[in-house]
DNA sequence: CCACTGACGCGAC
DNA sequence: CGTCGCGCCAGTG
């Protein structure tokens, strides 16, 4: 199974209204170090069953999001954040200016989103 | 093969 | 609190 892969699945593991950070799939893929690569595989993510919006800066920052929204006319960067912050909020996820309560919303564990344990 | 490049993390200040 | 700087590592060209 490739990285990206093991990415997405560990990325759909996050339940509906918590979120993960991007060290946290990377602890959970064995790459406890490749959060950054974490990024850049979300990144290019065009896969609506992938809940990527989900994925989140370890202190708390929403952080980026490379999916604007087309229809609503080309948002910028900025745009993309904004609409990743729209879907957390829609799950019920409070955000102050762009910050989570990570105590609150976090998975309790990177293990919980291993595949086989 | 080598040199970038990031949707990042974290300590320093 | 915030901002800066350096480290990180699998893809991509």
């Known amino acids: 199974m490739s990285l990206s892969n093991a990415i997405y699945a560990a990325v759909r593991r996050i339940p509906r209204g918590r979120v993960a950070t991007y ?3 990377s602890r959970a893929i064995g790459h406890p170090r490749a959060w950054r690569h974490v990024g850049n595989v979300l990144n290019r993510n065009r896969d609506p069953q992938t809940p990527c919006h989900r994925v989140v800066r370890s202190d708390g920052t929403v952080g980026g999001f490379g999916f604007p929204d087309l229809s609503a006319g ?7 954040t904004a609409r990743k912050i729209q879907k957390l909020r829609h799950e019920g996820i409070r955000i102050i200016g762009s910050r ?3 105590r609150r919303y976090r998975v309790a564990s990177p293990r919980s989103l291993v595949i086989s344990h």
């Open 74 to 80: 080309n948002l910028a960067k900025a745009g993309g």
């Open 100 to 102: 989570i309560d990570l």
């Open 23 to 25: 060290a946290d799939i």
